[in-house]
């Protein structure tokens, strides 16, 4: 049984840095791809980063892109999302998802069978 457990949330302020871990078991996880996916009060989940299985290619919504960095510690079984200049429009539960790896975007959340229960964040002053 595949489980991910995401950990580091918290109450922070503008402009504040937080970072996020998930750690994943039952599966093995050099094989995966990895992304963080996220839910703001009253819409969809969004796509917000994701690292390829090898560690060598990640992505990056533009409303993160250069305030956020995904890193994968294979290791570990663990996948973190970096977290600096942090806004108000950031506020969400951010969940992380497994897919073995493959051909599909990786932005595809309907490529991700496994997620965890994911992880509060909220940005406000």
């Known amino acids: 049984q595949v489980q991910l457990v995401e950990s580091g949330g918290g109450l922070v302020q503008p402009g504040d840095s937080l970072r996020l871990s998930c750690a994943a078991s039952?599966?093995?996880?050099?094989?995966?791809?990895m992304a963080w996916f996220r839910r703001a009060p009253g819409e969809e989940n969004d796509f917000v980063a994701g690292?390829?299985?090898?560690?060598?290619?990640?992505y990056y919504a533009d409303s993160v892109k250069g305030r956020f960095t995904v890193s994968r510690d294979n290791a570990k079984n663990t996948v973190y999302l970096l977290m600096h200049s942090l806004k108000p429009e950031d506020t969400a539960v951010y969940s992380c998802?497994?897919?073995?790896?493959?051909?599909?975007?990786?932005?595809?959340?309907?490529?991700?069978?496994?997620w965890g229960q994911g992880t509060q964040v909220t940005v406000s002053s």
């Open positions: 690292i390829g299985w090898s560690g060598d290619n990640t």
């Open positions: 998802r497994a897919r073995l790896r493959s051909g599909s975007p990786i932005y595809s959340i309907s490529t991700y069978n496994s």
């Open positions: 039952g599966l093995t996880f050099r094989l995966y791809d």
